[in-house]
């Protein structure tokens, strides 16, 4: 399988109440700096392997100009042999978007735009303290369209703050309506300290109950099928044709390279990651020191696990047959007994070669998943 390519782009404009991401406040100076470092740890990387896709995340890589997009992009292509129908992705957020940007990144080799769009509703936007409006989004959805990008994914968010089920099924429709050819539907996670805890607390806002999460995600689901979407992953549907191919490598045990502040990179059975500050990122390239604040060796058990419990992500499953063969491990005859209780109550589906969650299953995902890890069956 070819190499994926993560390119981390650490500035945003503001920083979101609830947000637990590596990344700081734009500052253009600095950003300058860190496309320079960039450069070099990609010049430095390259072996020539062949790359098939490349994804810049962020923080807020639509805060780049296209002629820096244009830049790393061609860093790449000398560094690594990307393909020429290589999937590039770039995460966006919509007040960053203009059509003569857009088109800057179209031009630059960018094919696909992923835009954090969270909410269809004004309310919900600012609870979450985002900078663009429901408006915005969808005019940031045309502009893509009329700049040529055919492959673009919207992503919302469920279980806000004050959220209703009437309320997230109105963003769910909106989405269906403007059509875009991918969706990432994720629930809203407060880490211990996020301002909007302090903010929930402050102004009353509270959670919809348990229950109606699952509502939301598994009438969500239902209508984004009605609407023609495939769902590829816990998270994600797709247009068939349009699964993000970035992100399946993450999914379906492949490897990827990482450049950036906090990038991880797994190739060859290693894991690591970069420094995380952007500052001592940019400090120990220009020193052509050690970027790497982590690294180990998988071990083959590392390695099951984690192509379980990626691999149960999945829609599709997981095929116990290539995993006997890969890892040299009887899956259903280890954990079988354990599984069977889910089967027995729908949660997961078997058919003596596929393991796979079905969607009331997604919801218990990571009580299923977790199954998986810390036993003492492989070394
Ligand atoms: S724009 Fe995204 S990465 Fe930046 S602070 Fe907000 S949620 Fe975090």
Redesign the pocket.
């Known amino acids: 399988m070819d190499l994926g390519l993560y390119i981390h782009i650490p ?6 109440n ?4 590596n ?1 700081g406040l734009f500052d253009a100076a600095l950003k300058e700096r860190y496309v320079a470092a960039l450069m070099r740890e990609i010049a430095g990387s390259g072996d020539g392997a062949a790359a098939d896709t490349i994804f810049f995340g ?3 890589p639509s805060l780049l100009e296209p002629s820096e997009v244009a830049a790393i992009i061609g860093a790449c292509r000398t560094a690594f042999a990307v393909t020429a129908d290589a999937e590039i992705t770039l ?1 966006a ?1 919509p007040e960053t978007v203009t059509a003569g940007r857009l088109a800057g990144f179209r031009a630059a080799g960018v094919n696909r735009l992923s835009y ?1 769009v ?1 909410s269809f509703r004004d309310d919900e936007l600012q609870r ?4 663009h409006s429901a408006s915005r989004a969808a005019e940031a959805f045309a502009m893509a369209r009329a700049a040529g990008f055919d492959n673009v994914s919207l992503d919302l968010m469920m279980w806000l703050p004050q959220q209703s089920i009437a309320h997230w099924l109105e963003s769910v429709d909106r989405l269906v309506d403007l059509a875009p050819d991918h969706a990432s539907l994720y629930s809203l996670e407060l880490y211990p300290n996020a301002p909007l805890r302090e903010a929930m607390a402050r102004s009353k806002w509270s959670l919809a109950p348990d229950d109606d999460a699952a509502e939301m995600y598994l009438e969500a689901m239902t209508r984004l099928d009605c609407a023609g979407y495939r769902q590829y992953e816990i998270s994600n549907v797709a247009i068939p044709g349009r699964e993000s191919r970035h992100n399946l490598k993450y999914w379906t045990d492949g490897e990827w390279l990482g450049f950036g502040c906090g990038a991880s990179s797994t190739r060859r059975g290693v894991r690591w990651k970069n420094l995380s500050s952007t500052t001592e990122y940019i400090a120990a390239v220009a020193a052509g020191g050690h970027l790497q604040a982590e690294r180990r060796e998988l071990t083959a058990r590392d390695a099951l696990e984690e192509a379980l419990f990626m691999g149960l992500r999945l829609a599709g499953g997981i095929d116990l047959n290539v995993v006997n063969l890969r890892y040299g491990v009887d899956v259903w005859a280890l954990y079988g007994r354990e599984l069977e209780r889910f089967r027995d109550d729908g949660l997961l589906i078997y058919d003596g070669r596929l393991l796979r969650l079905s969607r009331a299953g997604m919801l218990l995902a990571n009580e299923i998943m977790s199954l998986f890890l810390s036993s003492p069956v492989v070394d």
């Open positions: 500035f945003c404009s503001a920083i979101c609830y947000c637990n991401f990344r962020g923080g807020t995460e957020n954090g969270q979450l303290s985002r900078l």
